[in-house]
């Protein structure tokens, strides 16, 4: 079963060269550390910066270069720095290539739910809503279960939604997941975790066809 860094280090395998890709807070800010050497990548975050490196080491850290996050930043030769308008303009006009995004729960039909848990105190929305209603390909980088043990890969979303029908893809801890028309199609399996592991922490339609390769990384 995988960390957090294991699944972003297997989601940085879809990152292609050339890419503009944005990171969402959590498990995917920590794609970027992982990323191929062989390739160039610019990472967007919504507060402004293009061109985001890996995280920087202790002590070396500059207060006002933060993603999204507010986590403290890198930035990679050619990096430049915009206002709001402008970071918005880029997403909605789908100038960015892949966005990864995590969640706490998504359903079989691609619908995401990343913001709100009612009850609690919540600061707003932010940058997601904008992401999955202009972004044609979004991953999702996520945990299969919650704390309880129970699953977040839903027939439907319980959770206030964000997007709907806007999930491509599911990287957890136990697998790769492809959403597609019929539901959850499994793809990958995580190393020292079977299919039928897979099976019983999933509750949405979960469809299994032929052997199921354990992730490659």
Request: aromatic fraction near 6%; include cysteine.
């Amino acid at each position: 079963m995988l960390d957090k860094n294991g699944i972003a280090k297997r989601i940085a395998k879809e990152v292609q060269n050339g890419y503009y890709v944005n990171l969402g807070i959590g498990i995917p800010t920590l794609v970027a550390n992982y990323v191929r050497d062989d390739i160039e990548v610019e990472f967007q975050s919504e507060n402004g910066v293009l061109g985001m490196g890996p995280f920087p080491f202790e002590g070396e850290e500059d207060a006002d270069i933060i993603n999204a996050g507010k986590q403290t930043i890198t930035t990679l030769p050619g990096a430049s720095f915009f206002d709001s308008a402008m970071s918005f303009s880029m997403i909605r006009g789908q100038h960015v290539d892949l966005t990864i995004l995590g969640a706490m729960e998504v359903a079989e039909n691609g619908d995401i739910a990343n913001w709100k848990i009612p009850g609690k105190m919540v600061k707003g929305m932010g940058g997601a809503m904008d992401l999955v209603a202009s972004a044609e390909n979004i991953i999702v980088a996520m945990m299969h279960t919650n704390r309880a043990g129970a699953s977040k890969l839903l027939k439907t979303c319980s959770l206030p939604l964000t997007g709907v029908g806007c999930v491509k893809k599911i990287v957890t801890n136990m697998a790769v997941i492809e959403v597609t028309d019929k539901g959850f199609k499994l793809l990958e399996r995580a190393p020292g975790v079977s299919v039928e592991d897979i099976k019983n922490a999933t509750d949405g339609h979960l469809i299994v066809e032929g052997e199921i390769k354990e992730m490659e990384f």
